[in-house]
């Protein structure tokens, strides 16, 4: 059968479970513990067409990931393993995109409105600040938190589940003295969400896992489907995980798929718990099956990430093997500080480069976005184009936000951020007059219909009328979709001429999103997955750098999993940095630096290069003005260790130096820098 040729016999056995003579209803609980590299999305997608062949209706499959992009390859290579008359899975998308699906249908039942829109989280924040605001909390005589950092304590309590004084205490001990003005906060928040129809991201996954202990509407959902397949299960928060085991209590026809080794997003709420309880959720406990056969590194970088993860306290055992060998063992490498750490980079990419590996196949990854800064002015004096990832999604862009509230404000009229947004286009309109404006707005059929009697400022005048059209004809969908998204853009057009020096540059991004908008049958479907999971974009990185033939990767640990590249250079393998200096107060805090290290490690196929930079020149100290720290290795390497990593100094010693130092263990890398390196002292 075409969806089981070229699996090895671990992924063979994971597709097979509890399948058996075309009879697909008996598959009991099942954990595919998969290694990096190891074919997880191949051995998942096949799964998946092994239930379809044998009998499962596709209809009543139900797909859950963390990316609408992964959602959308699994689609696809299901379609193509399957026969051609095999109807496809139509219950594919991220826990957010099908929590938002769930709630249109189940709205009614569960007291929610289904018209309600969905705040991203610059949208969720700016409502946030606006309750502030009103309850006089940004007036406190004592630093209170901005509003990016209420969200976070807000969405930390809701997707972990743990009261607000435990989440201020382990995670935010600088807030905990406000911890009654938060819950004030936190409540008026709530309130003026529901007042005005909205959702946040996190109301999603609340409002379903609410969903599923209300026995009544729970067991609908159930029913609905025969097999829910989760991936990246490791990333899954408690709030998830909860949803996970009301869709299936007893495990029948449930798969996850994930990587403890893996788990790394804690500071999201996520829990490395929930993969390693899992098959004892179940009585008989879930069957676990673990890939070990990595496709994707040679076995020495295998070697040394085996080994770095084997210290972990808690874990599933597996080393990995990779059939791919090499003499090249990886390299840690001691630079004297972070400027040499930056040189050396830069110098190797060079040299790679030179040998016929692509910029584009080599990666910079670093704990924390300011430690690329040195890496970034060295590439930029060098000329050598370069996009880093951890910035803003497309979304996020002002330019599209604008935009996209329009349509936003049209679907739900009582939402005050995005109507602050659009109102505040207008010259002459700010705050206090677009409030005066928005309380024109009403329920009902034409809920801007006052609009066209208010009279704005002298400066917006000429311009009212038109964007008074607009939004009646949106609200009463004179105009069919994505026609009306072309009629936004031209209404826009002068607004955006006017706001952005560099329109030009920016208007690359409003095609964009007027192509991706033709791609929806609906603007309210259009608007959820835009918000749900926005193309990861910026008109930074689709300016310049992205016109270059080439260009090399920088990016955070974190936005790099589930990558690679053929080389791959980890900044800073220092304790202080991996670990974090802010990440070692709990052993759990620790596991999970541990884990990042393995994560950046494993994303290399063939070379790996990890930087010790001995100090840190730190600048404008208050007291002791600029001076050096110095660091150490970083503790998840021990010395018991070192002989899976080939040791290495740079800049390469003068002759007369190394003699007087000994011979040691470390190796000369001039050689193989084909002769582009200078001596230094």
């Given at each position: 059968?075409?969806?089981?040729?070229?699996?090895?016999?671990?992924?063979?056995?994971?597709?097979e479970?509890?399948?058996?003579?075309?009879?697909?209803?008996?598959?009991?609980?099942l954990?595919?513990?998969?290694?990096a590299g190891?074919?997880?999305?191949?051995?998942?997608?096949?799964?998946?067409?092994?239930?379809?062949?044998?009998g499962?209706?596709?209809?009543r499959?139900?797909?859950?990931?963390?990316?609408?992009?992964?959602?959308?390859?699994?689609?696809?290579?299901?379609i193509?393993?399957v026969?051609?008359?095999?109807?496809?899975?139509?219950?594919?998308?991220?826990?957010?995109?099908?929590?938002?699906?769930?709630?249109?249908?189940?709205?009614?039942?569960?007291?929610?409105?289904?018209g309600?829109t969905?705040?991203d989280?610059?949208?969720?924040?700016?409502?946030?600040?606006?309750?502030?605001?009103?309850?006089?909390?940004?007036?406190?005589?004592?630093?209170?938190?901005?509003?990016?950092?209420?969200?976070t304590?807000?969405?930390?309590a809701v997707?972990?589940?743990?009261?607000?004084?435990?989440?201020?205490?382990?995670?935010?001990?600088?807030?905990?003295?406000?911890?009654?003005?938060?819950?004030?906060?936190?409540?008026g928040?709530v309130?003026?969400?529901?007042?005005?129809?909205?959702l946040?991201?996190d109301?999603?996954?609340?409002?379903?896992?609410?969903m599923?202990?209300?026995?009544?509407?729970?067991?609908?959902v159930?029913?609905?489907?025969?097999?829910?397949?989760?991936?990246?299960?490791?990333?899954?928060?408690?709030?998830q995980?909860?949803?996970?085991?009301?869709?299936?209590?007893?495990?029948?026809?449930l798969?996850?798929?994930?990587?403890?080794?893996?788990?790394?997003?804690?500071?999201?709420?996520?829990?490395?718990?929930?993969?390693?309880?899992?098959p004892?959720?179940?009585?008989?406990?879930?069957?676990?099956?673990?890939?070990?056969?990595?496709?994707?590194?040679?076995?020495p970088i295998?070697?040394?990430?085996?080994?770095?993860?084997?210290?972990?306290?808690?874990?599933?055992?597996?080393?990995?093997?990779?059939?791919?060998?090499?003499a090249?063992?990886?390299r840690?490498?001691?630079?004297?500080?972070?400027?040499?750490?930056?040189?050396?980079?830069a110098?190797?990419?060079?040299?790679?480069?030179?040998?016929?590996?692509?910029?584009?196949?080599?990666?910079?990854?670093?704990?924390t976005?300011?430690?690329s800064?040195l890496?970034?002015?060295e590439?930029?004096?060098?000329?050598?184009?370069?996009?880093?990832?951890?910035?803003?999604?497309?979304?996020?862009?002002?330019?599209?936000?604008?935009?996209?509230?329009?349509?936003?404000?049209?679907?739900?009229?009582?939402d005050?951020?995005?109507?602050?947004?659009?109102?505040?286009?207008?010259?002459?309109i700010?705050?206090?007059?677009?409030?005066?404006a928005?309380?024109?707005?009403?329920?009902?059929?034409?809920?801007?219909?006052?609009?066209?009697?208010?009279?704005?400022?002298?400066?917006?005048?000429a311009?009212?009328?038109?964007?008074?059209?607009l939004?009646?004809?949106?609200?009463?969908?004179?105009?069919?979709w994505?026609?009306?998204?072309?009629?936004?853009k031209?209404?826009?057009?002068?607004?955006?001429?006017?706001?952005?020096?560099?329109?030009?540059?920016?208007?690359?991004?409003?095609?964009?999103?007027?192509?991706?908008?033709?791609?929806y049958?609906?603007?309210?479907?259009f608007?959820?997955?835009?918000?749900l999971?926005?193309?990861?974009?910026?008109?930074?990185?689709?300016?310049?750098?992205?016109?270059?033939?080439?260009?090399?990767?920088?990016?955070t640990?974190?936005?790099?999993?589930?990558?690679?590249?053929?080389?791959?250079?980890v900044?800073?393998?220092?304790?202080?940095?991996?670990?974090s200096?802010?990440?070692?107060?709990?052993?759990?805090?620790?596991e999970?630096?541990?884990?990042?290290?393995?994560?950046?490690?494993?994303?290399?196929k063939?070379?790996?290069?990890?930087?010790?930079?001995?100090?840190?020149?730190?600048?404008?100290?208050?007291r002791?003005?600029?001076?050096?720290?110095?660091?150490s290795r970083?503790?998840?390497?021990?010395?018991?260790?070192?002989d899976?990593?080939?040791?290495?100094?740079?800049?390469?010693?003068?002759?007369?130096?190394?003699?007087?130092?000994?011979?040691?263990?470390?190796?000369?890398?001039?050689a193989?820098?084909?002769?582009?390196?200078?001596?230094?002292?």
């Amino acid at each position: 059968m075409k969806h089981l040729e070229g699996l090895n016999a671990a992924q063979r056995q994971a597709v097979e479970h509890g399948i058996r003579d075309g009879d697909a209803s008996q598959a009991g609980p099942l954990l595919v513990i998969a290694g990096a590299g190891s074919g997880k999305t191949t051995t998942l997608a096949s799964r998946v067409a092994h239930l379809v062949v044998n009998g499962a209706d596709p209809g009543r499959i139900l797909l859950l990931t963390f990316s609408r992009r992964a959602a959308s390859e699994m689609a696809r290579r299901v379609i193509r393993m399957v026969p051609r008359e095999a109807r496809p899975v139509t219950w594919s998308g991220t826990f957010h995109g099908i929590g938002a699906r769930l709630l249109r249908i189940y709205a009614q039942r569960i007291g929610l409105n289904d018209g309600f829109t969905i705040h991203d989280r610059e949208d969720a924040a700016d409502l946030l600040n606006l309750v502030r605001h009103d309850l006089g909390l940004s007036d406190k005589a004592t630093r209170f938190p901005q509003k990016a950092t209420c969200l976070t304590i807000y969405s930390h309590a809701v997707n972990s589940g743990l009261p607000l004084g435990q989440v201020l205490e382990r995670h935010f001990p600088w807030c905990s003295q406000h911890e009654e003005a938060l819950r004030r906060l936190f409540d008026g928040y709530v309130a003026a969400k529901q007042s005005q129809n909205v959702l946040d991201y996190d109301d999603l996954l609340l409002y379903w896992a609410e969903m599923m202990r209300s026995e009544g509407v729970a067991e609908d959902v159930r029913l609905r489907f025969d097999h829910v397949l989760v991936d990246e299960y490791q990333d899954t928060n408690p709030l998830q995980a909860s949803i996970l085991l009301g869709l299936k209590p007893d495990g029948q026809g449930l798969t996850a798929v994930g990587d403890d080794a893996q788990a790394i997003y804690g500071f999201r709420a996520a829990t490395v718990r929930n993969i390693l309880d899992l098959p004892q959720q179940f009585t008989p406990p879930a069957a676990v099956v673990t890939l070990t056969q990595s496709y994707r590194s040679t076995q020495p970088i295998l070697a040394a990430s085996n080994a770095v993860i084997a210290m972990a306290r808690e874990r599933f055992t597996k080393d990995l093997v990779s059939e791919r060998v090499s003499a090249q063992k990886p390299r840690l490498v001691t630079v004297p500080d972070d400027i040499q750490q930056a040189v050396y980079v830069a110098e190797r990419v060079l040299a790679l480069r030179e040998e016929g590996v692509a910029l584009k196949q080599q990666a910079v990854l670093f704990r924390t976005s300011h430690h690329s800064s040195l890496v970034e002015l060295e590439l930029a004096r060098r000329n050598i184009p370069f996009v880093k990832f951890g910035g803003l999604r497309f979304l996020e862009a002002a330019h599209v936000k604008d935009i996209v509230s329009v349509l936003r404000w049209a679907s739900n009229p009582r939402d005050k951020v995005v109507a602050f947004r659009v109102l505040q286009l207008f010259p002459g309109i700010g705050p206090q007059t677009a409030a005066r404006a928005f309380d024109r707005v009403t329920d009902g059929a034409h809920p801007f219909a006052a609009l066209a009697i208010y009279r704005p400022p002298a400066a917006a005048l000429a311009v009212w009328p038109a964007f008074i059209d607009l939004l009646q004809d949106l609200s009463g969908s004179a105009a069919a979709w994505p026609a009306e998204l072309e009629r936004v853009k031209e209404w826009f057009q002068p607004f955006f001429e006017a706001r952005y020096p560099d329109a030009q540059v920016r208007a690359g991004d409003i095609d964009q999103l007027v192509a991706i908008g033709g791609q929806y049958r609906s603007r309210e479907q259009f608007l959820t997955e835009l918000a749900l999971d926005p193309p990861e974009a910026t008109s930074d990185e689709a300016g310049p750098p992205l016109l270059d033939e080439d260009y090399l990767i920088l990016s955070t640990i974190h936005s790099a999993k589930g990558q690679e590249w053929t080389a791959v250079y980890v900044l800073n393998a220092v304790d202080g940095c991996i670990p974090s200096d802010m990440a070692t107060g709990r052993s759990e805090d620790i596991e999970e630096e541990r884990r990042l290290l393995y994560v950046a490690m494993t994303r290399a196929k063939d070379t790996l290069d990890l930087l010790v930079p001995q100090k840190f020149y730190v600048h404008q100290q208050s007291r002791n003005g600029d001076r050096h720290l110095y660091a150490s290795r970083t503790r998840f390497i021990p010395p018991a260790m070192l002989d899976r990593f080939e040791a290495a100094t740079w800049p390469v010693r003068r002759r007369q130096d190394a003699v007087a130092a000994g011979s040691g263990a470390n190796v000369d890398l001039k050689a193989r820098l084909g002769g582009m390196w200078k001596a230094r002292t």
